[in-house]
């Protein structure tokens, strides 16, 4: 069908409307990771900070805003009676707090949260390349009984909510004297249904001619896997690759329950040390997540044609 | 198969098997272990106390610590007890401490006081004692606490000419003031907020002679005039005289509002003080008490220090807690000026009346609140948690901002909703998980011998080989 002119417009102006919806808070939070204490909710876009003394006939003298009134800012200054309005040029300029980056990295050791993310992270994604390919791989090219009524049930996984699984998998870490270590929280991310669907889907993709070829050149299962397989599935393997990481880069729960010295927190983890129940710092508390959105925004950004084609792939969102 | 491929894999799996036995963590039975929650700067504190007590002890005294995040962090000790693995010493809220006893959680500590000269325990304020105790035992020891006061913003009262607030104010003089300490802008829109009350609510209903619960902790009986008066001035403040803010917002942004001078008064607790003094302008701003009502109450918030009873180093716990709780551990930990020491030598002097965070406010009127105060967020018992029962009263709330009921209706039906979940916690049998019991590894044995017979008995074919 061709589209008409207006009709492409309509569908480009939803988008916009639509990726609105997710770029404005993102927005929001950049902005106020440069906001300064007490300007955060100021309901303006930019970071402007307020001086605590204003020039009068040369003197600086101390100022106490009472009311923001539209443009100006009604006053009182320091020794002299009554109130005054100023403009707000007079005592408010826009200038980043860049210090919130500082001190969020300053409170929090994010290089040590960083390089704990970046183990686990590394080696789930590591792992389930291994363990989604091999499965994968089985499900996909090897024939023995009950194949599809195992990968069936291994898929139903998919269908048990994670956090039903918490305690039992607790207390199995527990009992092989896994909780408060790294292993701890990568094992349990090592097998996924979801990856090794993905896999399966693309291996059978790949034409059966060239195993055939293979095998009469005296290749046994395990260098097809190596030699066929593995070298003509680069995407798929990068799509799971980057679904898996930057999953794991985010992942709060697992991790909080599973560590508890503090020298072993994920970033996700650490930045939680931002907040009080009752207290939040936002400008710091927003540094820390840009901050630590960093790795997988890059990951993303390097490895976004694979996402996509990840999700055209199996019709699943990571 | 070609050897390189062969040797890239066992090289792979040695170094893989390095990196796990590398990583694997330390023996947790050979330290004792001490589980708190905080922030980062709270939990550097206790990082550094604990380096210095391990520095000092033998090595079988050396303490590791644990942190949980704070809003899970009872949630968590429950599947820690219920998994055998709880931390030997364990900072706490007073309120979960009857929930932890009555789970058998908690190492009775009287035995310990009782046969320990060194430790006395009137050396703490004795307002915090009976949070430490269940029946006539002590189960923890006070740590610190933490009381509602309300926050002014002076400069704004000095503008309206308004008298400072003291311990004779009333929530008449308080909507008085925010009447007039509120400016709206030439369009009407508030420019600056008279008062935010939120965290006072629970405070509130006490004053007004309400409860959340019964006295036995084990009935909601929040459907009461006093209660129902309570949530309607918190909602007339908004809704009706225009001097706050819609608690329907959600927001959690007030802090950030006071100091940027757009709100005038605020109740919060005492964590919120440095942090206003950093970044409000120096002298602007003090504390007075929460204003009266039929009664005088206030909230606190105490934190005290157990001793788990699945402990397997008890006296090194006890050694730990006593540690803790000494004027050394206390200055240590009170650093930050975000919580008041347990310890009245400390606390009745100015290593926290002039405390360095906060040496302009009024810092005695944190201590004077205490002997009033009833607990704060909520008194929970054994059945049921706070999170229930606030969720349930903003809930209440709620429905009465809406307008679609008045309060003593919306409360009946936080009432109604409450008793059910505690009705469901007195009668449902404890839970036995599936996954990790015997059973699971009958089941799990059996599938696998079930499959590898069928795999014997077939064998694993290529396709196209027959």
């Known amino acids: ?318 | 198969m070609p050897a390189r491929i062969i040797g890239t894999l066992i090289g792979a799996l040695v170094l893989t098997a390095a990196l796990f036995f590398y990583l694997l963590g330390d023996d947790p039975s050979q330290f004792v272990n001490f589980s708190t929650w905080g922030t980062a700067t709270e939990i550097a504190s206790f990082q550094r106390l604990i380096d210095h007590y391990n520095a000092t002890r033998s090595p079988r005294h050396r303490v590791r610590l644990s942190h949980g995040e704070q809003i899970q962090y009872t949630e968590r000790l429950i599947v820690q007890a219920a998994a055998g693995n709880l931390p030997d010493v364990m900072h706490l809220d007073r309120k979960d401490l009857p929930l932890f006893v009555s789970r058998g959680m908690c190492e009775d500590l009287t035995p310990y006081m009782e046969r320990d000269s060194s430790f006395h325990i009137t050396d703490y304020l004795p307002a915090l004692l009976p949070g430490c105790k269940v029946g006539t035992q002590f189960y923890a020891v006070p740590h610190n606490f933490s009381t509602l006061v309300l926050y002014y913003n002076k400069s704004h009262f000095d503008a309206e000419g308004i008298a400072y607030p003291d311990s004779t104010w009333t929530w008449d003089d308080l909507l008085r003031a925010a009447r007039r300490l509120t400016r709206r802008d030439a369009q009407g829109t508030i420019a600056r907020y008279g008062c935010m009350m939120t965290l006072a609510v629970q405070t509130l209903i006490a004053q007004n002679d309400g409860r959340v619960l019964n006295a036995t902790l084990d009935s909601c009986i929040v459907a009461s005039p006093g209660a129902a008066g309570a949530v309607q001035f918190i909602v007339d403040l908004s809704e009706k005289y225009g001097v706050s803010w819609s608690m329907l917002s959600q927001n959690i942004q007030w802090d950030d509002m006071f100091a940027g001078g757009r709100l005038s008064m605020i109740a919060n607790g005492r964590w919120a003080a440095p942090w206003y003094m950093r970044t409000m302008q120096p002298g602007s701003i003090d504390a007075a008490p929460l204003p009266r009502g039929k009664l005088r109450r206030g909230g606190a918030v105490n934190h005290i220090m157990a001793v788990a009873s699945q402990s397997t180093k008890k006296d090194e716990a006890w050694q730990f807690v006593k540690y803790l709780v000494s004027e050394e551990g206390q200055r240590m930990l009170n650093d930050d000026g975000a919580n008041i020491p347990a310890l009245r030598s400390l606390v009745y002097s100015d290593a926290f009346l002039r405390h360095h965070t906060t040496p302009t406010m009024n810092n005695s009127v944190f201590l004077e609140e205490l002997p009033h105060s009833v607990v704060w967020p909520f008194e929970q018992g054994i059945y049921v948690t706070h999170f229930v029962l606030q969720t349930q009263l903003e809930l209440a709330i709620r429905r009465v901002l809406l307008g679609q009921m008045t309060a003593m209706q919306s409360l009946r039906i936080m009432q109604d909703n409450v008793n059910g979940v505690i009705q469901s916690h007195r009668t449902a049998p404890d839970a036995v998980p599936f996954f990790g019991s015997v059973l699971s590894y009958v089941c799990g044995a059996c599938a696998a011998g079930l499959f590898l017979f069928l795999v014997r008995r077939r064998g694993v074919r290529l396709p196209g080989r027959g």
């Open chain 1, 1 to 318: 069908m061709k589209r008409t002119i207006p009709f492409t417009l309509f569908l480009y102006g939803l988008l916009l409307v639509l990726s609105g919806w997710y770029v404005v808070p993102f927005c929001w939070a950049l902005v106020t990771s440069v906001k300064h204490p007490g300007m955060v909710f100021d309901g303006r876009w930019l970071p402007y900070t307020r001086a605590k003394s204003l020039d009068v006939g040369g003197r600086m003298v101390e100022a106490q805003v009472l009311q923001e009134l539209g443009d100006s800012l009604v006053v009182t200054l320091g020794g002299m009676p009554g109130q005054r309005v100023v403009p707000r040029a007079a005592l408010e300029s826009v200038s980043p707090a860049w210090h919130n980056y500082t001190d969020a990295w300053r409170i929090v050791p994010f290089g040590k949260y960083f390089l704990n993310s970046a183990l686990v992270s590394l080696c789930i994604t590591l792992g389930q390349l291994i363990t989604c390919s091999l499965g994968g791989y089985a499900f996909s090219r090897l024939q023995f009984p009950g194949r599809d009524a195992v990968f069936l049930l291994y898929l139903a996984t998919l269908m048990i909510p994670g956090p039903i699984l918490t305690v039992p998998i607790y207390m199995l870490l527990r009992q092989y004297h896994l909780l408060n270590t790294y292993q701890g929280v990568i094992l349990p991310g090592l097998f996924s249904a979801y990856g090794t669907f993905l896999l399966k889907q693309f291996f059978q993709t790949i034409p059966k001619d060239l195993e055939d070829a293979a095998r009469i050149d005296g290749a046994g299962v395990v260098s097809l896997y190596f030699r066929i397989i593995l070298p003509l599935s680069g995407p798929a393997l990068a799509a799971l690759a980057t679904f898996v990481f930057i999953g794991s880069w985010n992942d709060f729960f697992w991790p909080s329950i599973v560590l508890t010295d503090p020298g072993m927190l994920t970033l996700p983890v650490g930045l939680a040390h931002f907040n009080d129940i009752y207290m939040f710092e936002y400008g710091r508390l927003m540094a820390g997540c840009m901050i630590s959105i960093a790795p997988a925004v890059l990951m993303y950004m390097v490895f976004q044609r694979f996402v996509t084609r990840g999700v055209v792939m199996t019709g699943l969102k990571g």
